[in-house]
Every structure is written in structure tokens, then in C-alpha cells.
């Protein structure tokens, strides 16, 4: 069984940052692809971004690109998302994923999840 637990939300302003972190334990964490997905309410779970377990991949939703930077720890079993330059639409509940095999950009591909945690951005 792999587990994630999730650390860092919390409120920020417009123009502000957070970093999330995700710890893994469990199984082998080197070959899972893992991703942070996010879901506001009156919403569907959405893409945020992801990255390959070889570290050569990383994919970003539009609406994040050039803001939001994953990364993964292997040392620490961590992986973390960046947040800078938030607007209001970035509130969210934000939950990590993680999957064997190859990195892909849908939800439901994914096998384990953390419980998420709040991020929200005020103006």
C-alpha cells in the first residue's frame, strides 16, 4: 500500500506563493509518475501538473505554466508544487496522486491519493 500525506496550504494574497509537499512511504516510489490535481467547488477535479518517474517529464495545465513548478525529492520521498504568482482562481482543494508506470495527465489514472488540503487566495 502507498500512502501520501499532504503539508503546506493554507491562505495566501494575489501575487503571493505557497509550496505544497506530498510524503510518500509505502511501495517503491522511484517509478511512479506523480501528479497534483485540484478541484474548487461547482468544479470537476482538474489537472495541475505532473511528473515522470524518470525526472524527464513534467507536463503543466495553461492555466498554471510559467507560475507552478513540481519537483520530486527521492532522497526524501517528497514531492512538492511551487505556487507563485497565485490569483484568486487557484483556490482549490489540491491533492497529490501517484501511479505506477508513465506519467498521464487524467485523474482516474491514478491509484493513490493524499486527503488534500486547502489552498485559497484572496485579493
Known amino acids: 500500500q502507498v500512502q501520501l500525506v499532504e503539508s503546506g496550504g493554507g491562505l495566501a494574497q494575489a501575487g503571493g506563493s505557497l509550496r505544497l509537499s506530498c510524503a510518500v512511504s509505502g511501495r517503491t516510489f522511484s517509478y511512479f509518475a506523480m501528479g497534483w490535481f485540484r478541484q474548487a467547488p461547482g468544479k470537476e477535479r482538474e489537472f495541475v501538473a505532473v511528473v515522470g518517474w524518470s525526472g524527464g517529464s513534467r507536463l503543466y495545465a495553461d492555466s498554471v505554466k510559467g507560475r507552478f513548478t513540481i519537483s520530486r525529492d527521492t532522497t526524501k520521498n517528497t514531492v512538492y508544487l511551487q505556487m507563485n504568482s497565485l490569483k484568486p482562481e487557484d483556490t482549490a482543494v489540491y491533492s497529490c496522486?501517484?501511479?505506477?508506470?508513465?506519467?498521464?495527465?487524467?485523474?482516474?489514472?491514478?491509484?493513490?491519493w493524499g486527503q488534500g488540503t486547502q489552498v485559497t487566495v484572496s485579493s
Open positions: 496522486a501517484a501511479k505506477p508506470g508513465d506519467l498521464v495527465i487524467i485523474p482516474r489514472a491514478y491509484e493513490y
